[in-house]
């Protein structure tokens, strides 16, 4: 964009103006938001052959007409871009150009004034607020009711056209865009150079002309203009700072040290470092150990000719006292006492008293605090408590008994007893782990030699002959007394009953043969024979009966 050229063929009465505002700028076209995007463009050499607006691209003295809106720093006074740095407090002007590209040709009688725009305007866009961090995208439209912007296929796309600049809030909080009121102007070859454009220019859109501010804007670069309007760069802020003092002595900080029953001085300051003014009141939150002193508030600002004056309301400690509107860069101050609590309202030790005022605006509330320090001497009561730490019993203040690394348990604190490894002499037994205490040489003892076991007699099974028993006894016992016992347990066994059936005397009496029925009669008849035959037999058998007995006796001895 070649603006210094444009602006020294556009009027020398208006040289001084833009050679401060504008420099000579080229910048390609796909790098900027314009639209319609895909509208034909055009050249000085050829024309358009209707009314259209900012399309030609090598405009001797502008550029590409596309890239049509600029914006600066005012109060920095940098040079138009396609963006910039929104700070607060600062003034910005926007540029916006405009030129009906159709051929000068169109604009006489026999063309039907073709060439001629009717109901050409400008408009513009612009948000009231910016984010921080964010862009603020400022839009101008120009064009006309008889205006179109054809596509390569003949396509209307509109009646106007449209480019942005960008305005970057770079700081932590909102920003507001004011329009300078009356700031939009015109400049131009024609008669409406210089004159103010309706503020309709952020709404509906503002007429712009030649002869005159009505919408009426014949083709040809002769022609063209355009309009710049300012705004500026608001940021509603401010500080509260909250300090004390003791009582009438003037030394305000943030922190003082006090008795019980004292009274101390509290100041808050408000200073309004936004750009807009703000309407103040202040408001203060006592800490319970402070009380109010009624009829102590007074408060200064350039309205009291910055001389403290009383207040009328005993407020500040409560709702808040309104002291005023604060212009930007003015401060206000309230002052107001209060006594500290006496010492059986306070509790032993330093006592941490924080005071909190709060100054509330229409944009918002801000607070500090100050702090008074008391200190209660106490002997406190000592209460018996074990620290987990250490492991000892210790007197610790009441009220902290329960409190790491202490408990009221006194038990966790007792001392671990001392294990040994010891002979149990009632079981001849060694254990471990045995309570050192316990070892008396009675019950328990450290000499584990004691608790060695003695080794056990060899034992075996023998009969007892006195009373056929059989019987375990140490083999010493029997080595040393053979005659009292036997190796054989046979020796014990019991003597059978024998069968009384004559000729059956070998059997067990309760044989199968011995049980069945005898066919001997009971008494045989007594003859001389018979008898000395039976008698001869009986004898012959008792005989053979004893010989078997004795002879089954030794084999036994011998098995």
């Known amino acids: 964009m070649k603006v210094t050229n444009f602006m020294r063929n556009v009027s020398k009465r208006t040289y001084a103006v833009a050679a401060m505002a504008l420099a000579a700028v080229v910048v390609p076209a796909t790098l900027f938001a314009w639209g319609p995007a895909s509208r034909v463009t055009f050249t000085l050499a050829s024309p358009a052959q209707y009314v259209t607006f900012n399309s030609i691209t090598n405009n001797k003295q502008y550029g590409d007409e596309r890239n049509f809106v600029q914006i600066r720093n005012v109060t920095d006074n940098t040079t138009f871009g396609e963006s910039t740095s ?16 159709a051929s000068t040709s ?262 500090d605090t100050a702090v008074v320090t008391v200190t209660k001497d106490c002997v406190p009561e000592k209460v018996k408590a074990c620290n987990t730490t250490t492991g000892k019993i210790e007197d610790v203040e009441k009220g902290k008994e329960n409190t790491a690394p202490y408990t009221t348990d006194l038990s966790k604190c007792a001392p671990k007893p001392e294990l040994v490894t010891a002979c149990n002499l009632k079981t001849k037994k060694i254990e471990y782990n045995v309570d050192k205490s316990k070892i008396d040489n009675v019950n328990y003892t450290l000499d584990l030699d004691k608790c060695k076991e003695t080794p056990k007699p060899e034992e075996i099974q023998v009969c007892r002959l006195d009373d056929k028993k059989v019987v375990v006894i140490s083999k010493d016992e029997y080595n040393a007394h053979k005659d009292k016992y036997s190796t054989v347990l046979n020796d014990c066994a019991s003597k059978p009953e024998m069968c009384p059936i004559p000729g059956k005397e070998m059997l067990p009496k309760d044989s199968a043969d ?28 008792m005989v053979g009966m004893a010989s078997a007995f004795v002879a089954s006796r030794r084999a036994m001895k011998q098995n």
């Open 86 to 101: 929104l700070m607060p407090g600062k003034e910005y002007e926007v540029f916006a150009y405009y030129h009906n590209n």
């Open 106 to 367: 169109l604009n006489d009688a026999a063309h039907n004034y073709a060439g001629i725009a009717t109901g050409a305007f400008m408009r513009t866009e612009m948000p009231a607020t910016v984010a921080s961090g964010a862009d603020a995208r400022i839009t101008s439209y120009v064009g006309a009711t008889n205006a179109k912007h054809l596509d390569a296929a003949g396509n209307n796309l509109g009646n106007q056209v449209w480019d942005e600049a960008f305005g970057k809030n770079s700081t932590s909080s909102t920003i507001a865009l004011n329009y300078v009121a009356g700031s939009a102007k015109i400049t131009s070859l024609g008669a409406v150079n210089g004159k103010t454009v309706s503020d309709s220019i952020f709404t509906t859109g503002a007429p712009i002309g030649y002869d005159a501010l009505d919408g009426k804007l014949p083709g040809c670069l002769q022609y063209s203009g355009y309009v710049t309007y300012r705004f500026k760069v608001n940021q509603p802020n401010f500080e509260v700072a909250k300090t004390v003092s003791t009582h009438g002595t003037n030394t305000y900080g943030e922190t003082v040290t006090a008795k019980a029953g004292d009274t101390v001085d509290f100041k808050i300051k408000y200073l309004n470092t936004g750009t807009t003014p703000q309407n103040v009141t202040i408001r203060d939150q006592l800490p319970a150990g402070l009380e109010y002193v009624p009829g102590s508030t007074s408060y200064s600002s350039s309205l009291t000719g910055n001389q403290w004056k009383a207040a009328n309301y005993d407020t500040v400690t409560k709702q808040g006292l309104g002291i005023g509107a604060f212009a930007p860069n003015a401060a206000g101050y309230v002052k107001f006492s209060a006594k500290v609590a006496s010492a059986n309202a306070l509790a032993c030790g330093v006592n941490t008293l924080t005071n909190t005022a709060a100054a509330d605006t229409e944009n918002g509330s801000k607070s």
């Open 514 to 541: 011995c049980k069945q029925a005898s066919t001997v009669p009971a008494e045989l008849p007594e003859t001389g024979l018979g008898d000395s035959l039976v008698q001869l037999l009986g004898a012959g058998s």
